[in-house]
């Protein structure tokens, strides 16, 4: 079978957003608090999170990712190694910041003030990694708990760009999950709840950057009725989008961003929230 052109990605361009793990009131923030429903938010609009952009990127160092185990290896008489096992798997992704600034500051030397730099362990951090085709194609890996960030210290010089390379470690969270996952053409699971008694709502999808809106949505729509209305956005390629549900809930699954507005419904609203 010969090969695809098409499914060769060339990412032009790349951005590392990092969030701090802690709140003011020191309290941990939690991935559900932060993440963006699905690859059509940007980070900076995702309601009550706190992004923030490392800056410019060096292109050619990229991503660099490593993945280890320790192994042991088992042996039979005769036979030489017949098994391997493979435990502890560590997982680390870098990237190289040119800009410094108060991000980039604060993921070098976290613990500093206004007059010193002062020693800290590496930064405790949510770390988003995104890379973007010029055809429009995003792909992002959202750390699930905060990384550890580790700075390889920086060299000025007349000569060479200023830049830092940066080394992250990468933790699983509770069922062994690493990464969210955000790409393009991805689907994403939202949950509607419609109430009230009378009227109408509205709901929008956003793929690829474009949103189309389905109106006049009854207050008592059924699932199936609502399915056929998303399916017809012309936005929406055929076949992609699944609906359950009853009694104003419902578990709505389509290939980008859902949103819904409410303000024709008599006596209710309707919320989405990201499953």
């Not at 060769?8 to 559900?32: F, M, Q, S, Y």
Request: charged letters at 25%.
């Amino acid at each position: 079978m010969a090969g695809q052109p098409l499914n060769v990605d060339i990412w032009d361009n790349a951005d590392v957003w990092i969030h701090r793990a802690t709140k003011e009131d020191g309290t941990p923030w939690t991935l559900a608090e932060i993440k963006p429903s699905s690859v059509e938010q940007a980070f900076e609009d995702v309601s009550g999170a706190e992004w923030e952009l490392v800056g410019l990127l060096n292109g050619e160092d990229g991503f660099p990712e490593t993945v280890e185990f320790d192994e042991s290896s088992y042996n039979a008489w005769g036979y030489g190694e017949i098994k391997k096992s493979y435990r502890n798997r560590r997982l680390e992704r870098k990237f190289s910041a040119l800009e410094r600034n108060a991000v980039t500051e604060y993921l070098e030397s976290p613990g500093d003030t206004v007059d010193y730099v002062i020693d800290a362990k590496p930064a405790d951090v949510f770390i988003g990694f995104e890379v973007r085709t010029d055809d429009g194609k995003v792909k992002r890996r959202i750390t699930t708990v905060p990384a550890k960030v580790k700075s390889g210290g920086r060299t000025d010089n007349e000569q060479d760009m200023a830049s830092v390379e940066y080394t992250c470690s990468i933790f699983p969270d509770s069922q062994k999950r690493r990464f969210l996952k955000q790409e393009t053409g991805q689907v994403y699971t939202f949950t509607l709840t419609v109430t009230g008694t009378a009227g109408t709502f509205t709901a929008t999808v956003t793929v690829g950057g474009v949103g189309q809106t389905a109106t006049g949505l009854a207050y008592n729509i059924v699932a199936s009725a609502l399915k056929t209305a998303i399916e017809a956005l012309s936005n929406v390629p055929a076949d992609s989008v699944t609906v359950t549900g009853t009694g104003g809930v419902f578990t709505v699954i389509v290939p980008g961003t859902l949103t819904a507005n409410g303000a024709g419904l008599t006596g209710g609203t309707a919320v989405v929230v990201p499953a």
